[in-house]
């Protein structure tokens, strides 16, 4: 595997259910980010780590839980999300915050 | 507010020719790094080119250039010799250092190209 991997691709799910996002960077990064797509509106940044301390949570609802057991991996847990949660949501690394940010192909997710 | 701006929602242009990409930043710091980055609909973001607010010359990345106008504050994306393979949407980003968020980038909302045979 090479850059950015996310897993899984595509996910539905109700709004009781609990779920993970996962992403995996192999290209020797420390810093990861979550973002979120919605349609219509630009990329939000959501989470960031930096050498596996989080240090930015944009105001996101607790329902969104970020969870980075090392440098190359990020995780997103996800539970009792509402619809308005249905979103692309792309993880990206870069080397140290200052640098490119490259990302993974995202997770397409639709909350029942 | 918005700090980067691309007034262009959508864009059709014919196989081989260019198409230059507008966008507009705001800050008030004097360094700052300008990107962009390409979204095929498959959805994975797709870095194409970089420019620093101390570069001298304008970045050019194989048929991507970009048009640094400092003091207009505009940073446009051209694509020469248009492909097929280019239909996506483009978006323009920016990260200025801030006290708080080093490394933070703002995006713009966007423009979809579509590349015509």
């Known amino acids: 595997e090479t850059g950015v991997t996310q897993t899984p691709r595509h996910l539905v799910m109700g709004m009781t259910n609990k779920k993970s996002l996962k992403c995996e960077q192999h290209?020797?990064?420390?810093?990861m980010y979550w973002y979120k797509q919605s349609a219509k509106k630009p990329l939000e940044l959501m989470f960031v780590?930096?050498?596996?301390?989080?240090?930015e949570n944009n105001s996101v609802p607790s329902r969104f839980s970020p969870e980075c057991p090392n440098s190359s991996h990020l995780f997103l847990h996800l539970h009792t999300l509402q619809p308005e949660d249905s979103a692309l949501y792309l993880c990206?690394?870069?080397?140290?915050?200052?640098?490119?940010?490259?990302f993974g192909p995202g997770t397409r997710l639709l909350v029942l | 507010a918005q700090k980067i701006t691309q007034t262009q929602p959508g864009m059709f242009v014919q196989e081989k020719e260019a198409v230059t990409l507008d966008c507009t930043y705001d800050?008030?710091?004097?360094?700052?790094?300008l990107f962009w980055y390409k979204q095929p609909s498959s959805g994975e973001m797709i870095f194409l080119i970089y420019?620093?607010?101390?570069?001298?010359q304008n970045a050019t990345e194989g048929r991507y250039s970009l048009n640094f106008q400092k003091a207009r504050k505009s940073a446009n994306l051209v694509i020469s010799a248009s492909q097929l393979g280019d239909s996506a949407m483009y978006f323009c980003?920016?990260?200025?250092?801030?006290?708080?968020?080093?490394?933070?980038?703002?995006f713009g909302a966007g423009t979809q190209v579509v590349v015509t045979p």
């Open positions: 800050t008030s710091d004097p360094s700052y790094g």
């Open positions: 290209l020797g990064h420390n810093a």
């Open positions: 990206a690394s870069s080397q140290v915050r200052k640098e490119t940010q490259y």
């Open positions: 980003a920016m990260r200025e250092p801030t006290t708080d968020s080093w490394g933070k980038l703002q």
């Open positions: 420019q620093g607010s101390y570069d001298q």
């Open positions: 780590y930096n050498f596996k301390e989080q240090t």
